[in-house]
């Protein structure tokens, strides 16, 4: 539902939009981590970021994937999310994330 009120609006969403979105986003993550994932990809077209609570969520889920986004959208992900989970990060991966977004290791590009 949420994912449709986002689709239907032009650019930034309603604030009761974006209020649910703050408060369900996070669970979205937890129980349809494929969902949640489209709908950040939704968001981030639109500039707008999603809280880092659903980027922890996420990354527990789907790591590889968060970290495509965070490379397409040059997204910086929460402070120390990457360092703890770096041994599962494929090598190219962190290669393209240096190269391309250091900043997603949360300050170490700026």
């Known amino acids: 539902m949420l994912t449709g009120r986002w689709r239907a609006a032009v650019g ?3 604030p009761v939009t974006r209020q649910l979105t703050s408060r369900y ?3 979205v993550a ?3 981590p494929t969902e949640a994932l489209a709908w950040c990809r ?3 077209e639109r500039k707008v970021h999603p809280d880092d609570a ?3 969520r996420l990354l527990r889920r789907s790591l590889e ?3 495509a986004l965070a490379i397409e959208f040059d997204v910086p ?3 120390d999310a990457l360092w703890k989970r770096g041994q599962r990060i494929p090598v190219q991966a962190l290669v393209e994330l240096m190269r391309h977004a250091p900043q997603v290791f949360g300050g170490l590009g700026e």
């Open 65 to 67: 994937a968060c970290v």
């Open 54 to 56: 659903v980027w922890r």
């Open 42 to 44: 939704l968001l981030l």
């Open 30 to 32: 937890r129980d349809a």
């Open 25 to 27: 986003h996070e669970l």
């Open 12 to 14: 930034e969403a309603d």
């Open 77 to 79: 992900l929460p402070i």
